[in-house]
């Protein structure tokens, strides 16, 4: 079965990191770009970051552009976000979601990130 | 960055109606263009890619059309399990975009 597993949430103070982890299992890991995704509370889908299967080439929303990095570990099937300075705004659900042309044709249950004093 | 306005936010409709959701884009992305179902608690799940290509095991009542700016997605026979929000997402360029939604109602 295909499936992507993410964790790491939790709730941060203001200015805090946390790093988020996404695990793939079922399938070519090492084949696939991936996404993160975020949903605030009661919001509509933001598109976070993207990363090829390579690494070499990595996008990022400008919301994030500077403290948010985004990495992988082929050999674990895993994917990260690293998330600095974080912010109330940067309260959500984060979803790691597989890559199709653009499209997100793969996702997890998402892990929620909580930025609160 | 391309920006995607959906219609209408919210729609009430009855178990067998045809529903029809719209997508506008900021400019032209051709048809690249994607919808996806949202169930309250769950992650989205892609219904159709590449603006008309069915995602594999959506049921076939599920259809989309458009390209360049305005598209749409249509349930041709609302089924109890349809009822749920509804977004587009542009994959022309980055930064990838979403639609805010359209929620589907029990009338």
């Known amino acids: 079965e295909v499936q992507l597993v993410e964790s790491g949430g939790g709730l941060v103070q203001p200015g805090g990191s946390l790093r988020l982890s996404c695990v793939g299992s079922?399938?070519?890991?090492?084949?696939?770009?991936m996404n993160w995704v975020r949903q605030a509370p009661g919001k509509g889908l933001e598109w976070v970051s993207f990363?090829?299967?390579?690494?070499?080439?990595?996008y990022q929303a400008d919301s994030v552009k500077g403290r948010f990095t985004i990495s992988r570990d082929n050999a674990k099937n895993s994917m990260f976000l690293q998330m600095n300075s974080l912010r109330v705004e940067d309260t959500a659900v984060y979803y790691c979601?597989?890559?199709?042309?653009?499209?997100?044709?793969?996702w997890g249950k998402g892990t929620t990130v909580a930025v609160s004093s | 960055d391309i920006q995607m306005t959906q219609s209408p936010s919210s729609v009430s409709a009855s178990v067998g109606d045809r529903v029809t959701i719209t997508c506008r884009a900021s400019?032209?992305?051709?048809?690249?263009l994607a919808w996806y179902q949202q169930k309250p608690g769950k992650a989205p799940k892609l219904l159709i890619y590449?603006?008309?290509i069915l995602q594999s095991g959506v049921p076939s009542r599920f259809s989309g059309s458009g390209s360049g700016t305005d598209f749409s997605l249509s349930i041709s026979s609302l089924q109890p399990e349809d009822f749920a929000i509804y977004y587009c997402?542009?994959?022309?360029?980055?930064?990838?975009?979403f639609g805010g939604g359209t929620k589907v109602e029990i009338k």
């Open positions: 979601a597989r890559d199709l042309s653009y499209y997100m044709d793969v």
């Open positions: 079922g399938f070519n890991f090492y084949s696939y770009s």
């Open positions: 990363i090829n299967s390579g690494s070499s080439a990595i």
């Open positions: 400019q032209g992305i051709s048809s690249w």
């Open positions: 590449a603006a008309s």
């Open positions: 997402q542009q994959a022309m360029s980055f930064p990838l975009t």
